[in-house]
């Protein structure tokens, strides 16, 4: 008797179960052929009268946006890129004592970075055993990369382009579609999401958005590689965030790594090592997108009030007694 | 009232004329400085102790007057396209380089004919002036596709196709002309596709800063207005449905352009919902327009062109935001030129 009545509910389950699935489902007409899934979403119809952000830049005189609160709509961008499965690739560097920045940076990366999209972290290192263990999201992946250390900072710094070329040539473009080359010694605070997502990325650094260009800190010596001219330059970028899609990553830092090469060979170091010869090079391969500095920010800074979010910064340290 | 008190009286108005004449042009120059510049309470280098001596603000040599009066991007950060927005020589620089040929298709369809030359000569000297372009006049009427002198590196190819007596089926038709094309000949041949209606004439500068993946211009009839009034198919029926409450802008069917690979996804894919609907026994409310919209609402374009692009003086005349009309609408008689 119980058996019976068992196997009624269930069966009575089963068809409920089924019915309800059949009334949420939408039951073609005979005569459609074809059934396009149609977007959920819900947003305000795009202003065409006024601007979003009247008090700062918003677009580049070469067309590329710059991206900053207000001027997106974060739903309808990740709507349209999480569909295509992406995967999403980080490269950090942790060398020396830099590895004490691991732990803080994963777990705000989970928090903030790239929601719902596959994330893999490649974290190049000199000592993998200083390597926390975090825990990660499914759908995201840490490796640990092994490179050599070196005494000076300096040297580091400047090897990163050609370590972070090396490895897309033989991994990094196998295995992800977007790469954002980040410094370690940062924070995610804010949601970071698929309005960075472009084919060649810079971020504008926060010491110098409201300076003239003169004042910019470009390399000014004639003799190396990353020399620009008075009158030359657009914006000042930082050399702690970058990034694209894969291919246009490889040539730019391919790019960077034959100049710095070429200085090396005359015996000149660029006033600030690396970021100098990205500046050099985005002038001449302007980006397609520039991220403003909510994307990179010096915690040091009192926030102005166009700056409407901080979304990574720096951590506050005492950064002499972490070089050498 | 005696003339000591007169004296003193108009003295004091005299002084608070002064002063309000101080603070409005106060006012005006600080209003004007705010708006155009950057500021930040701080401005120190992070590194470097470089003295600031004036006040901070952002500073693009490069930069062409900034628009204020316009949006700049859509909400999925596609830049618009607006005069005073762009610096033609920094993005000539970027384009000269890529050795690139852009193909323009335009459909002259019987007595369509007749607008050929008018379009191909404005062509000849406002777009892509410098570059390879190619012109692929779809027509029946090959013997009627006028001689033009045309620039170095640029071309008229002929393409002979079928007529059809009603003209919403000649417009519907040429989106699957052009994707029919993009195997035969675009692929090989050209880097970007730009889709015009034929019956335009070019009036300024149509350059690379149009160039993007996928590029939709707004319809000039519907700029600036709300979208339940947008002329969007509303019957769900019709696979250019769009439901009240949805989509961002109105596009034209008679200029949307991009890379070729995405012009053929576009083409395929809108003459595919078009053969679906002929099937269900529907006709879109503005054909291949509404089918352009549809998609373009899906797939959003990565630039957008204002109407700038395309305009109608005779209809629209001139408003303040429209700095320049670089291509306007050929005045004409619709009930001649139509089916004939």
Same mark, same amino acid.
């Given at each position: ?16 179960? =089924? ?11 005979? @005569? ?19 601007? /979003? ?34 995967? =999403? ?15 803080? $940076?994963? @777990?705000?990366?989970? @928090? ?18 200083? =390597? ?31 370590? =972070?070329?090396? $490895? ?46 003169? /004042? $910019? ?108 | ?18 002063? #309000? ?21 701080? +401005? ?20 062409? !007057? ?13 830049? #618009? ?5 762009? %610096?033609? %020589? ?5 384009? !000269? ?71 919403? %089926? ?20 050209? %880097? ?12 300024d500068h149509v350059g690379v800063e149009m160039l993007s993946d996928l590029v939709g211009t707004l319809h000039p009839g519907f700029y600036g207005a709300s979208r339940e009034t947008f002329t969007y198919e509303r019957r769900p029926k019709s696979q250019a449905y769009i439901p009240r409450g949805k989509g961002d802008y109105y596009y034209m069917g008679g200029f949307f352009g991009g890379k070729v690979q995405q012009v053929y996804k576009l083409t395929k894919a809108c003459h595919e919902a078009m053969l679906i609907d002929k099937s269900n026994r529907i006709e879109a409310v503005w ?13 959003? +374009?990565?630039?957008?062109? +204002? +109407? ?5 003086? !005779? ?21 001649? #030129?139509?089916?004939?």
């Amino acid at each position: 008797m119980r058996w019976r009545s068992m196997l009624l509910a269930a069966i009575t389950l089963t068809l409920l179960s =089924i019915f309800l699935v059949i009334c949420s489902m939408k039951l073609p007409a005979t @005569e459609e052929k074809k059934f396009r899934p149609f977007p959920q979403l819900l947003y305000p119809q795009p202003k065409l009268l006024e601007q /979003q952000r009247k008090d700062v830049l918003t677009l580049t005189p070469w067309l590329a946006p710059i991206v900053s609160e207000g001027t997106f709509n974060s739903e309808l961008l990740n709507n349209a890129y999480r569909p295509l499965n992406l995967t =999403i690739g980080v490269t950090a560097f942790a060398v020396g004592k830099y590895t004490r920045f691991v732990r803080r $940076f994963l @777990e705000s990366a989970e @928090e903030f970075f790239m929601q719902g999209f596959q994330v893999n972290y490649y974290i190049f290192t000199d000592d993998p055993e200083a =390597i926390p263990h975090v825990p990660l999201r499914p759908g995201r992946n840490l490796s640990v990369i092994p490179i050599q250390g070196f005494s000076h900072w300096e040297e580091i710094s400047m090897r990163r382009m050609e370590s =972070i070329n090396k $490895f897309i040539a033989s991994r990094g473009h196998r295995e992800v579609d977007y790469l954002y080359c980040l410094d370690i010694d940062m924070v995610f605070w804010n949601p970071w999401g698929a309005e960075t997502l472009g084919d060649l990325v810079a971020a504008i650094h926060p010491g110098y958005f409201t300076v003239p260009r003169w /004042q $910019f800190p470009y390399e000014r010596r004639p003799l190396s590689t990353a020399f620009v001219a008075d009158g030359e330059g657009d914006f000042y970028y930082g050399g702690a965030v970058f990034g694209g899609r894969v291919e246009r990553v490889y040539e730019f830092t391919g790019g960077c790594h034959m100049a710095i090469l070429a200085d090396k060979a005359n015996g000149i170091m660029a006033a600030w090592q690396e970021e100098s010869h990205l500046n050099r090079r985005f002038i001449s391969h302007k980006p397609s997108k520039v991220l403003s500095p909510e994307y990179l920010w010096d915690d040091r800074k009192p926030q102005p009030p166009s700056l409407k979010l901080i979304r990574f910064s720096t951590l506050d340290k005492d950064s002499m007694n972490l070089k050498n | 009232m005696n003339s000591k008190t007169k004296d003193c009286l108009s003295k004091t108005y005299r002084d608070w004329l002064w002063v #309000i004449l101080v603070l409005a042009a106060f006012l005006g120059g600080y209003s004007t400085y705010f708006i155009l510049e950057h500021h930040s309470s701080s +401005p120190e280098p992070a590194t470097q102790s470089v003295q600031h001596h004036e006040k901070p603000k952002i500073e693009l040599q490069t930069a062409s !007057q900034r628009r204020i009066d316009v949006p700049l991007l859509t909400p999925w950060l596609a830049p #618009i396209v607006w005069d005073g927005t762009f %610096d033609e %020589d920094i993005l000539n620089e970027q384009f !000269q380089g890529r050795n690139i040929t852009i193909g323009v298709t335009i459909f002259a369809i019987k007595k369509y004919v007749i607008f050929l030359k008018l379009f191909l000569e404005t062509a000849e000297k406002h777009f892509m002036v410098g570059y390879k372009v190619n012109y692929y006049v779809f027509t029946d009427r090959p013997n009627d596709v006028p001689k033009i002198p045309l620039q170095e590196g640029r071309k008229i190819i002929t393409l002979v196709v079928q007529n059809y007596s009603r003209w919403q %089926d000649i417009s519907m038709h040429r989106m699957e002309m052009i994707s029919n094309y993009c195997h035969q000949l675009f692929f090989k041949d050209v %880097d970007y596709l730009v889709c015009l209606d034929v019956d335009m004439k070019f009036n300024d500068h149509v350059g690379v800063e149009m160039l993007s993946d996928l590029v939709g211009t707004l319809h000039p009839g519907f700029y600036g207005a709300s979208r339940e009034t947008f002329t969007y198919e509303r019957r769900p029926k019709s696979q250019a449905y769009i439901p009240r409450g949805k989509g961002d802008y109105y596009y034209m069917g008679g200029f949307f352009g991009g890379k070729v690979q995405q012009v053929y996804k576009l083409t395929k894919a809108c003459h595919e919902a078009m053969l679906i609907d002929k099937s269900n026994r529907i006709e879109a409310v503005w054909h291949d327009e509404s089918h352009l919209n549809k998609y373009l609402f899906l797939h959003k +374009p990565t630039k957008v062109l +204002p +109407p700038e692009y395309m305009w109608d003086k !005779q209809l629209l005349g001139w408003p303040a935001f429209l700095r320049k009309m670089r291509m306007l609408a050929v005045p004409k008689n619709h009930a001649k #030129i139509r089916n004939k």
